[in-house]
């Protein structure tokens, strides 16, 4: 069973930075794609960051370009997002989850953009970025 858990949240000030965590169970990064989301209130889940190892895709939002960073520790089956230089606007509940082969393997974008029902998701953690 796919179960994943997103820890790492918090509040900080704008211009800040926080590193998620997100803890894998069930599979490996080599059977499935990850992926990084988030959800402000009164918004859209939208994609952050998304990477498939199976297929060498990777994705950022323009919006955290050159700010967030994911990354893996497959030691520990752990993926993480680096968050710097935080903006009001990265406010958010972010989610972690699992991306199917076959849906990586249309591109990290179409995984980070929509399949969601396809996703397998774990519990979000709050993000705050006061300004």
């Known amino acids: 069973e796919v179960q994943l858990q997103a820890s790492g949240g918090g509040l900080v000030q704008a211009g800040g930075s926080l590193r998620l965590s997100c803890a894998a169970s069930?599979?490996?990064?080599?059977?499935?794609?990850i992926g990084w989301f988030r959800q402000a209130p009164g918004k859209e889940r939208e994609g952050v960051s998304c990477m498939g190892r199976s297929s060498g895709t990777l994705y950022y939002a323009d919006s955290v370009k050159g700010r967030f960073t994911i990354s893996t520790d497959n030691a520990k089956n752990t993926v993480y997002l680096q968050m710097i230089r935080l903006k009001p606007e990265d406010t958010a509940v972010y989610y972690c989850?699992?991306?199917?082969?076959?849906?990586?393997?249309?591109?990290?974008?179409?995984?980070?953009?929509?399949?969601?029902?396809?996703?397998?998701w774990g519990k979000g953690t709050q993000v705050t970025v006061s300004s």
């Open positions: 989850a699992a991306l199917e082969r076959t849906v990586v393997a249309l591109g990290a974008r179409a995984a980070c953009s929509s399949y969601y029902d396809r996703h397998s």
């Open positions: 069930g599979f490996t990064f080599d059977d499935y794609g």
